[in-house]
């Protein structure tokens, strides 16, 4: 157990609707990072939060976003679901940024029907 | 921005043999290179990590190398057990510290 949580486990929904995914980091971090694990794809970096601020973006659709909340907990929106955005959506903390380490919460399967 | 190539894709092993699994990347400032393990469903698990000031560690069977030259970095398992079956991931942070490229994985069989 890393210490990293994420609800829900597995959401389906169908093509056009929004959903929300949450995580909490591990206690102390406070950097989050969202990535996307399509099926038998790799992880693909999505967006960075740290301390509540936005601090990178990477291959992130303009229908996604994300915030981090005074509790340091963060959010995930999905809008106007497609098909091909149904994969495993990984939260991962840290300490700080930087080069420190990276631990990951169990993910959110999504499946867009 | 950052590029990482991971080789090879798949790597079949008999148990107790090595596996050696390869990374390259493209942005020079990189100084932080961690490898994970994801079995079938699983978060990845971070298994060991290197920063650019050493060139080897080690932690009981796996040792990673780190070229800063070459700009690669591998992991080695030794004497493969069963539970070591997972795909493996290399990373490297960009140059401004804060994100993670990750390679494409590497499928691991280790067949008893």
């Known amino acids: 157990d890393s210490g990293v949580t994420q609800t829900p486990k597995h959401l389906i929904t169908a093509t056009g609707q929004r959903v929300t995914l949450r995580c909490s980091p591990r206690s102390g971090d406070l950097s989050v990072y969202w990535y996307q694990q399509s099926l038998d794809q790799g992880l693909q970096f999505l967006i960075q939060y740290y301390n509540g601020e936005e601090r990178a973006k990477g291959n992130i659709l303009e229908r996604f976003s994300a915030q981090q909340f005074p509790d340091l907990h963060s959010e995930l929106n999905l809008s106007s679901l497609e098909l091909g955005d149904s994969a495993l959506y990984f939260c991962?903390?840290?300490?700080?940024?930087?080069?420190?380490?990276?631990?990951f919460g169990p993910g959110t399967r999504l499946t867009v029907t | 921005g950052e590029n990482v190539e991971q080789h090879p894709s798949t790597l079949s092993v008999q148990e107790g043999d090595s596996a050696v699994i390869k990374c390259t990347y493209s942005?020079?400032?990189?100084?932080?290179f961690p490898w994970y393990k994801q079995e079938l469903g699983k978060r990845p698990q971070l298994i060991i990590d290197i920063r650019s000031n050493v060139g080897e560690k080690k932690d009981q069977r796996i040792a990673v190398t780190l070229n800063k030259t070459a700009k690669h970095f591998s992991l080695h398992i030794t004497e493969t057990q069963p539970e070591d079956s997972a795909v493996y991931f290399c990373?490297?942070?960009?140059?401004?510290?804060?994100?993670?490229?990750f390679g494409g994985g590497t499928r691991l069989m280790v067949k008893p």
């Open positions: 990373a490297a942070n960009n140059n401004a510290g804060n994100m993670l490229t």
């Open positions: 991962a903390s840290s300490v700080a940024t930087g080069e420190g380490e990276q631990y």
């Open positions: 942005d020079s400032a990189s100084n932080y």
